[in-house]
């Protein structure tokens, strides 16, 4: 933790700036630059520079899920997008797509998506978990 | 049958709850399991009596031939109702036994996990099916030996019986691989149809050695047969279960289901048969040099095993026969004085026979079932273990070759287990009473009931043998041969050779009773006892040992602790070892240049080469780590140059984090030693620079070759088509190669646990310390 006003004011405008470009990083990474890998490490920027200027204790209160609770539920996501493709009958991991239209968009889901959120959580848990223990270890 | 397997599944993992609602009566409640199984497997009795063969199958991984098949004949009917049904009594045993332990429901759990496997294993039509629940019986047979886990010799005896039965496993494994793949199928029946395929390949030598190592160490045969008597660490119900009645005659089972596609040749019939008469003979005699019941009955089971596997090895239809019949029998009465000798250690406190005596008034109802049982052991007519023996003594009589070996080992074997039978039968139960650690009285009945029924069927079996005959005995004599069998059992044959052993057999084994006491003393016995009891075990143990500090020897070879070692050696090999294959298969021809070059890309390049002259001078580890960072970044430069975002925004990022991870890291260790020795900067240097200029030449040779590019692409084009995204990085990522991103996610996982559990010791070690 660096007791810095300068540090802590810049960190107030930009955790959310992060967080929402790391969201938007994700979602854009089907067509364009992004995805799960560089918003997770994105996400967690925002997360450690928090614990640089609040401390880890804060920044882990205002993460909600411990890091490593977010790695396990991201491998379960990771394997249930493969699980939803056997249950559909097709090999372990093929995509599989629906199409519903909101408010006149056709929008493109599928498992990849929930593969990627499991990509997402596992980098921002790894990257959490690491920088918080070795900031915690005083 | 698979719905059967998947039940007694189902209701082990749910046995906690009932334990909790059914309390001290969750044995009862949880045997109905059992007993429902039982019930069902006895609706095919007729049916396979008259030489049905039972098929079922469903599709696992049809890719590899693997299914859930399950086969119901008279050999695996035989071990299903032996399963279920002394597993219905095991369980009532083990709530009266166990009742009240902390950890009943654990317990509970194991044992009917244990059962659902086992059945499994004998139900199966599928090579590697049968493998798998073969794998979950040694694994649940582990956590139950190693049940009081408190105890140092029950954890080291659990080991002892895995690293053992799982060492067979795996042989067992290589085995039945390399017969699936000689035959073309995983499928036994259709290996079983042609097993003179088997026969006559060239592999067949190396399936049966690993077949039989699977087999033997199974089924405790003689070097190996230690671990069973180890093995009675666990509590006594398991005793009673596993290790006499159905787990340890897996082995025997296997070598009875592959019988017709392996036996009948000669290699089969030395190995088999000699180490079963081995392990028959040494077994027997051991049992007598102990005092301890459960010890005395499990080197009497060693033996009854031995036996079995002996008469598969001979092969003939009297011998199968034998094998059929010695298995129900030695089940019903080894089940029943397992149980007998853990109901002595519940009521009176100890279960070694100095201690104990006189219990018959005390206990009247576990003494007459402990009789009768023996009875059936010493081959008393008009027993099951009688019309046992007997055969065992004519299959050996017409062996066709070394006939008299066989008939004499057999004879000596039995004498010592009639012996051990009057141990366990009579010496608790007669004589003058003794003072016991725990005042004696009768077993509850949940207790007792168990060795009652089972001790009762020895006698009506032995009575009336046509119940059984042709569902069970004629039914696996058939199932392992192949043909017809015409041979029926009755209890009375007639004065004969087998009958006259049977009478030699008694007397002696009662004389060497009455002397037991001066023979387990005298030092033949004890030497005897420890060059094949103690011996065995103890070069088990040196070569764990062995094993142990070799894996010692060699961490301390290889690793020094020393991150720069590690990194020098990573780094040295993979140098050299690409230069030696550059230098020999590539063809290096210096490029033409003749690309324009932008005044940025020189900018970008001289950044690059002045960050990494920063790094190499930098006098402390934090500048050395940020002219890193600024050479990452650099880097991140030409990916976007080259039009390559998200390599560089990935770039970027990692290059950001590593940054704050090695600041983090750098404050809490101790300053690093600049070293400064002229040596270790000119073999540094060395490293650095042999592994630039081999990038750099790798990179000028990548440039000369074509570029294929059909997989990109590819991936261009079927990437919005099949995967609608139009990054192609993303889509291969998480859609085209998505289960290496799910083994990358995973390793990246267990990586985050290792690394926060070594940060989590390293705190609470530097915590210790400031406290001291």
Redesign the interface.
């Known amino acids: 933790m660096i007791n810095s006003l300068i540090l802590r004011t810049a960190t107030k405008l930009l955790f959310g700036l992060l967080l929402i470009f790391s969201i938007f990083l994700f979602f854009r990474g089907h067509n364009e630059p992004g995805g799960g890998f560089i918003g997770g490490l994105v996400g967690a920027t925002a997360f450690a520079l928090f614990a640089i200027a609040y401390g880890p204790k804060k920044s882990r209160e205002i993460l909600k899920l411990d890091p490593q609770v977010m790695i396990g539920a991201g491998l379960l996501f990771g394997v249930a997008s493969g699980i939803i493709s056997i249950l559909l009958g097709t090999p372990f991991l093929t995509g599989a797509w629906i199409f519903p239209v909101i408010g006149g968009t056709e929008l493109h889901l599928g498992t990849p998506l929930i593969f990627d959120i499991g990509v997402y959580l596992v980098v921002v848990g790894f990257t959490l978990g690491v920088i918080f223990s070795l900031e915690e270890e005083k | 049958m698979l719905t059967a397997i998947l039940i007694a599944f189902i209701v082990a993992l749910a046995s906690p709850f009932v334990v909790k609602l059914a309390k001290d009566y969750s044995g009862w409640v949880l045997a109905l399991l059992p007993a429902g199984l039982f019930a069902y497997f006895m609706t095919s009795y007729q049916l396979v009596g008259s030489g049905e063969v039972i098929l079922e199958s469903s599709s696992w991984l049809p890719g590899l031939d693997v299914h859930l098949s399950f086969l119901l004949d008279g050999l695996s009917l035989t071990f299903a109702l032996l399963i279920t049904g002394i597993g219905t009594l095991v369980l009532i045993y083990a709530g009266g036994y166990m009742k009240g332990h902390r950890y009943l429901d654990r317990f509970l759990m194991i044992l009917i996990l244990f059962m659902a496997s086992m059945l499994g294993v004998v139900l199966s039509d599928n090579l590697i099916g049968l493998f798998i629940f073969w794998e979950l019986t040694s694994v649940t047979s582990y956590l139950l030996i190693g049940f009081n886990n408190e105890k140092e010799e029950s954890r080291s005896s659990a080991l002892q019986a895995l690293l053992i039965t799982g060492l067979g496993g795996l042989a067992l494994m290589g085995g039945l691989i390399l017969m699936g793949l000689s035959a073309g199928t995983m499928s036994i029946t259709e290996i079983l149809n042609s097993g003179e395929i088997i026969r006559e390949h060239p592999f067949y030598l190396g399936i049966l050695i690993l077949v039989l190592m699977g087999a033997f160490t199974k089924s405790a045969q003689f070097p190996v047969h230690f671990w069973l008597p180890g093995a009675m660490a666990a509590p006594t119900p398991v005793s009673a279960y596993l290790h006499s009645a159905t787990m340890v005659k897996a082995g025997v089972y296997l070598l009875a289901r592959l019988q017709p596609a392996m036996g009948g040749t000669t290699e089969w019939f030395y190995i088999v048969t000699g180490f079963g008469a081995v392990t028959m003979l040494v077994g027997g005699w051991l049992a007598l040099a102990y005092t301890d019941l459960k010890r005395v009955l499990a080197y009497s089971t060693v033996m009854a095993l031995g036996t079995i596997t002996m008469l598969i090895g001979m092969g003939h239809d009297y011998a199968l026969k034998a094998a059929a019949v010695f298995i129900v029998g030695h089940s019903l009465y080894k089940g029943a004085l397992f149980m007998v000798a853990g109901s002595i250690d519940h009521e009176a406190g100890t279960r070694d026979v100095a201690y104990l005596g006189g219990l018959r008034k005390l206990m009247p109802i576990t003494a007459a079932a402990a009789a009768i049982a023996a009875l059936s052991m010493g081959g008393i007519p008009p027993m099951l273990g009688f019309i046992g023996k007997e055969l065992v003594y004519e299959a050996a009589l017409s062996a066709t070759t070394f006939a008299s070996i066989l008939i004499i080992v057999a004879v000596l074997a039995n004498i010592a287990v009639v012996a051990s039978s009057a141990i366990v039968a009579i010496t608790p139960f007669y004589g003058e009473e003794k003072k016991t650690p725990k005042h004696a009285h009768e077993a509850p009945v949940s207790m007792w009931i168990g060795p009652v029924i089972l001790a009762a069927m020895g006698l009506i079996v032995g009575v009336f043998p046509s119940l059984a005959d042709r569902s069970l005995f004629s039914a696996t004599t058939t199932a392992i041969s192949g043909v017809e069998t015409s041979y029926y059992l009755s209890l009375w044959h007639g004065i004969n050779l087998p009958l006259i052993l049977s009478v030699v057999t008694l007397l002696s084994g009662l004389a060497v009773f009455k002397i037991w006491n001066n023979l387990r003393e005298s030092s033949a016995m004890q030497g005897y006892a420890r060059a094949f009891g103690d011996f065995p075990k103890a070069t088990y143990e040196a070569l764990l040992n062995g094993m142990l500090k070799f894996a010692r020897f060699q961490i301390d070879a290889f690793q020094s602790g020393y991150l720069h070692r590690y990194m020098g050696t990573i780094i040295g090999v993979t140098i050299f070892g690409t230069a030696i294959t550059l230098l020999l298969k590539a063809n290096f021809v210096w490029p033409d240049f003749n690309d324009h070059i932008n005044a940025y890309e020189v900018i970008v390049l001289a950044l690059m080469i002045l960050s990494a002259l920063a790094a190499v001078a930098a006098k402390s580890a934090l500048k050395a780590i940020t002219a890193l960072g600024l050479l990452g970044f650099s880097i991140a430069l030409v990916y976007i140059m080259f039009s390559a975002?998200?390599l560089a925004?990935?770039q970027v990022?990692?290059e950001?984090?590593t940054v704050?991870?090695a600041a983090?890291?750098l404050v809490?260790i101790p300053k690093p030693v600049i070293v400064d020795r002229a040596g270790a900067k000119v073999r540094d240097a060395f490293i650095a620079i042999s592994g630039g200029v081999l990038v750099t030449v790798m990179l000028l040779i990548i440039l000369q070759g074509d570029l294929d590019l059909s997989l990109s692409e590819y991936f261009g084009e079927t990437s919005y088509v099949?995967?609608?995204?139009?990054?192609i990085?993303?889509?291969i990522?998480?859609?085209y190669r998505?289960?290496d991103?799910?083994g990358e996610?995973?390793v990246?996982?267990v990586?985050?646990?290792g690394?926060?559990s070594l940060?989590?010791l390293?705190?609470n070690d530097?915590k210790e310390e400031k406290q001291s």
């Open positions: 975002p998200d925004i990935t990022l990692v950001t984090l704050i991870l983090l890291v809490k099949l995967a609608h995204g139009r990054n990085v993303n889509v990522l998480v859609d998505a289960i991103t799910l996610i995973i990246l996982g990586a985050a646990f690394i926060i940060i989590k390293y705190m530097k």
